[in-house]
Structures are given as structure tokens and as C-alpha cells.
Nanobody, 114 residues
Framework: VQLQAFGGGLVQAGGSLRFSCAAS????????VGWFRQAPGKEREFVAA????????YYADSVKGRITISRDNAKNTVYLQMNSLEPEDTAVYYC????????WGKGTQVTVSS
């Protein structure tokens, strides 16, 4: 299984980004799929997740109201739309099953300037 995340970049505070993460070798179906992030010097933390089959969503309090998680079944891809970005959102963003079943991949770097 390989997870590839795209869409990060440098953005000013208040801006928006949309990330994508595609899985190859396995399908996301029947999993709870999540986005996670790791800031410099900190542990990886949960950002958002949803049940692939039922579409129920879960969001960390730190990002609630600013993000939307979605999917494309045909592309086996999960998306994360982040708005009103803050410098505290600076991190490498990853996707995985909620339990981290698969190899993490390199993630995508997001840097928010103040």
C-alpha cells in the first residue's frame, strides 16, 4: 500500500488550501479514513476523519468549522479543504486509516505565514 499526499504549500494566514491523498494497492472502502498532521518538534495529531462507507465525519476541535473532508470513490482519493488557515496549522499533513494501518508516506508540507 502506498499513500501519496498532494496540495500543500506556502500560504498567508487567512488563506485556503485543498489537499488530496490517494491510496494505491488498497482501497479506502470499509475503513475510517483520516487526516493527521505533525508540526516541527511535536507528535502527529488527528485532524479529521470520516467513514468511507457512511460518510460520517469527525473533526479535531482545533480545526472544526474551518475544514471539510471529502472523497472520490472512483479515484480512491480523500480530500481536505482548509480555510482561514493560521500559522498554528503549519505542519506536514498525512492521510491514513484512523488506526494507522498503512505505511504513512511522506505527507504534504503546509506552511502558513503570519
Amino acid at each position: 500500500v502506498q499513500l501519496q499526499a498532494f496540495g500543500g504549500g506556502l500560504v498567508q494566514a487567512g488563506g485556503s488550501l485543498r489537499f488530496s491523498c490517494a491510496a494505491s494497492g488498497r482501497t479506502f472502502s470499509n475503513y475510517i479514513v483520516g487526516w493527521f498532521r505533525q508540526a516541527p518538534g511535536k507528535e502527529r495529531e488527528f485532524v479529521a476523519a470520516f467513514t468511507w462507507s457512511g460518510g460520517r465525519t469527525y473533526y479535531a476541535d482545533s480545526v472544526k468549522g474551518r475544514i471539510t473532508i471529502s472523497r472520490d470513490n472512483a479515484k480512491n482519493t480523500v480530500y481536505l479543504q482548509m480555510n482561514s488557515l493560521e500559522p498554528e496549522d503549519t505542519a506536514v499533513y498525512y492521510c491514513n486509516t484512523i488506526a494507522g494501518h498503512w505505511p504513512w508516506g511522506k505527507g504534504t508540507q503546509v506552511t502558513v505565514s503570519s
